[in-house]
């Protein structure tokens, strides 16, 4: 290692034990709400019943109606429905709100890694860990306008669920924690300038 080298690495060492706390208290905040949309996702996917109208129960995995004494006959066969490609329609939102899922854990690990192990990849790995957060944000919500798409003609705004609003609620947190954790790379890390000096 040459001498030159060596003195980098002791200013990438130093410049990073000068964090701000108000940078690491933001980094933490965007981990902790992505952590949050993660567990409303996975809640909102494993219930996955999203509408109710017209005495129907109209979900991701079940489609149920109401009985004459008030208890609920679900079944996993969603052409009972009546309504046209639902099948293929709901296959097609569950797996993208699944998916969504799985990559935003992903993501959350990048983000998680890139502030535990801190090294000269650190801003890439948070770059990363934000890119796929924001992946996740467009595979949800559009497994949501497909929900929506596909029960356009039975869609009140009294009628969706609160696992409904879960989903949506974390579909906007990916968006706008996948956004800030950009940003945020951006205006920090002058070390990186520095490199490229």
Not at 47 to 56: N, V
Not at 131 to 141: Q, R
């Amino acid at each position: 290692m040459t001498a030159i080298a060596v003195q980098a690495q002791w200013l990438l060492t130093r410049r990073r034990r000068t964090r701000s706390f108000f940078e690491m208290f933001i980094r933490s905040l965007i981990i902790l709400c992505v952590a949050i949309a993660i567990v409303l996702s996975s809640i909102a996917v494993c219930d996955g019943h999203w509408l109710f109208a017209k005495g129907k129960l109209f979900g991701l995995w079940h489609f149920c109606t109401v009985g004459n004494n008030s208890a609920l006959k679900c079944a996993t066969d969603l052409t009972l429905a009546n309504i046209r490609g639902i099948n293929a329609g709901m296959t097609f939102a569950r797996s993208l709100v699944s998916f969504a899922v799985v990559v935003a854990i992903f993501g959350l690990e990048l983000l998680m890694v890139s502030q535990v192990c801190e090294d000269v990849n650190s801003r890439k790995k948070w770059s990363m860990g934000s890119i796929l957060v924001l992946l996740s944000f467009l595979l949800s919500f559009t497994g949501v306008l497909s929900f929506l798409f596909l029960l356009r003609d039975h869609i009140t705004l009294t009628g969706f669920t609160l696992t409904y609003w879960c989903e949506f609620i974390s579909a906007f947190l990916f968006f706008l924690n996948g956004i800030s954790g950009l940003h945020l790379n951006n205006i920090t890390f002058p070390w990186n300038r520095m490199r490229k000096n």
